[in-house]
Every structure is written in C-alpha cells, then in structure tokens.
C-alpha cells in the first residue's frame, strides 16, 4: 500500500498533498483493476469483482467517448470505490456524499448508490473540462457535467427540469456559494444541466468551448454576452420558453 501512496503522491503534486494522505488512510486494504489507461480501487469484502469489472468497463467506456466529445484524452484515471456515502463526505469536507473529481490528479472518487454509472460519467466529465478551465462558474462546470451524464436519476434531464424550473429564481442569482447549497443543490444542478443543452442544441460546442475557456464567475455575464451575442437573461428566457413549448406540444400529441 505504501507503494499505492507513493504513486498517488507523484500524480497528485504537491498541491494536493493532503488529498493523497487521505486516500491513504482511507483505502487501506484495498485492491485494484486496470486496463487501458482506466485503474478501479475497492475495499475486496465490500464489493463482488464482477460488479467492478463492469464498472471498469462502463468507465472505460465513457472515457473513450468523452475523449472524442472533447478531442483530447486525458491521463492515468484511477476511480476509487466507498461503500459508505459518510467517508466520501468527510474525503470532501462534507461537500458531497455521493462522488467528486480530483482534476489536477485525475482521480475520481465515489460512493456506493443506484446510479453510479451517472456520477462516474459527471465526475470523469470534470477532469476533461478542467483542462479547458478549472475556475469556471458552477452554472457551467457542473451544467456540462450534469448533460453529459445523459440522465439523471434515470430520467431525461430536461424532462425533470421541465418539472421544477418554476420554483427556481434566476439563473443568474444562483452564484458560486448559493448553487452548492444543500437544499437546493440537486434542483441547481439540474437546471444548469438543462441549461447547458439548451446553449449546445443553439450554439454550437465550439461556442460553448470557448465561453467555458474564458468565463470565471466575476465576468461571466460580460463573456455570456460577448460570444453567445445575447444576455445571460435573455438566454435563459428562451430556454424557459423552449421547455414549456416543448411540453405542451407533447401534450397536444
């Protein structure tokens, strides 16, 4: 195991340290799986090896797709497998009990739930746009992931936005510290999500590239507009009215 803490040391940098310590204390009699460029740790009593090996595969999976989405692969990925949503929770300083991303490291780590598939595809979704940029706002970093997860929860993202955007305020009020509020959190995620296919169905992903490369949350409103060529607002006005014709032409059929 000290050679397992060695090489996460190495990939994690310096930087990241304490996140490999961590790891350390926490992965202690766990063993592995690799193939392609795709590693798969897990505690052995906790989880079957069948189970695992179609994790891998659906990793491994997703990771080729992603590459091609997003025109460039990314390192040695190494997932990490809990069984216990608390100790994902305490990794993160109980920011998240479900998966989180290390981009720096290309590490992701998850807890054991339905929909593992899902949080495996976002949390890979991290560390492919962190090479675009690691600082961007919440509505983008986590609105890419949550629609390139395909569903959520097993259910079409814009069908279970179209449900709840509503009781939701403006895109543009949810900032940086409000998006991640506990509360509101999987409603904020969905949304942006929804959001987020509405921009690539309308602008393109070069567009959206390169509004992701350049927006950090102080001038995000002020790029929005410059490559986009509307508002924040107005976006969202459209997109608004995109789910709720959409609805009632399904209804009309």
């Given at each position: 195991m000290v050679g397992l803490f060695t090489r996460l040391l190495l990939e994690a940098g310096q930087n990241s340290w304490r996140w490999s310590w961590r790891l350390y204390q926490a992965t202690r009699g766990f063993s592995f799986v690799s193939a392609n460029g795709m590693a798969v740790h897990f505690k052995p009593r906790k989880w079957d090896e069948l189970d695992v090996d179609l994790f891998l595969m659906c990793c491994r999976h997703a990771r080729n797709d992603l590459a091609r989405r997003f025109g460039f692969r990314v390192g040695w990925v190494r997932a990490f497998l809990f069984d216990d949503p608390e100790v994902v929770a305490k990794l993160i300083d109980g920011r998240s009990n479900s998966g989180f991303a290390l981009p720096g490291a290309d590490w992701i780590v998850l807890a054991r739930c339905e929909i593992m598939e899902e949080v495996a595809r976002h949390e890979l979704v991290h560390l492919y746009a962190a090479r675009w940029n690691t600082w961007a706002p919440p509505l983008l970093s986590e609105g890419l992931a949550v629609w390139l997860q395909r569903f959520y929860w097993g259910r079409p993202i814009d069908n279970f936005a179209r449900e709840i955007a509503r009781r939701c305020g403006p895109l543009a009020e949810i900032d940086t510290n409000r998006f991640y509020e506990r509360e509101h959190r999987d409603l904020h995620y969905v949304l942006a999500g929804s959001f987020t296919g509405y921009l690539l169905?309308?602008?393109?992903?070069?567009?959206?590239?390169?509004?992701?490369?350049?927006?950090?949350?102080?001038?995000?409103?002020?790029?929005?507009?410059?490559?986009?060529?509307?508002?924040?607002?107005?976006?969202?006005?459209?997109w608004r009215a995109e789910l709720r014709y959409d609805n009632v032409v399904k209804i009309v059929r």
């Open positions: 169905r309308h602008y393109d992903w070069e567009r959206y590239r390169k509004l992701y490369r350049r927006a950090m949350c102080n001038t995000f409103k002020r790029s929005f507009k410059e490559i986009i060529g509307i508002s924040l607002q107005e976006a969202e006005d459209r």
